[in-house]
């Protein structure tokens, strides 16, 4: 069984992403560790009056196939055109990506802020 469930157990190496108005779809290749330690030090690097496309234009360049060879500058001009929901939809699929649930951490923090204005 060893064999067996090894083999059901690997994950694929990319993940398909559709944009929910146009259709378009894209390849992710499933982040590694270093790639989600990457982003996490460039998002905490952005200011809060950062629009969110510095962000996304980093996602698409680290794990979007199709776009390693872009520049972010080029990329990020490319999603303000992008509408809104298309737009939208790329954090919450590297969230779901990482395994996590926008409606459980939610949970998570209102748990937390119940908690902390009871004191």
């Not at 060893?2 to 990319?14: A, H, I, N, R, S």
């Not at 390849?27 to 952005?46: A, H, M, S, V």
């Not at 459980?104 to 204005?117: G, Y």
Request: aromatic share 8%; charged share 30%.
């Amino acid at each position: 069984m060893g064999k067996l469930l090894e083999k059901y157990t690997q994950p694929e190496q990319t993940v398909g992403f559709e944009f929910p108005l146009s259709g378009d779809k894209l390849q992710f290749r499933r982040p590694t560790l270093g790639d989600i330690q990457l982003l996490q030090e460039y998002g905490t690097t952005l200011n809060e009056d950062t629009d969110n496309t510095a962000m996304l234009a980093k996602l698409l360049k680290t794990l979007c196939l199709d776009f390693a060879e872009e520049s972010e500058q080029r990329l990020r001009k490319d999603l303000e055109v992008l509408e809104a929901p298309d737009r939208g939809a790329i954090l919450p699929f590297y969230f779901e990506l990482l395994g996590i649930n926008k409606d459980e951490l939610m949970e998570q923090v209102n748990r937390n802020l119940s908690q902390t204005t009871k004191n």
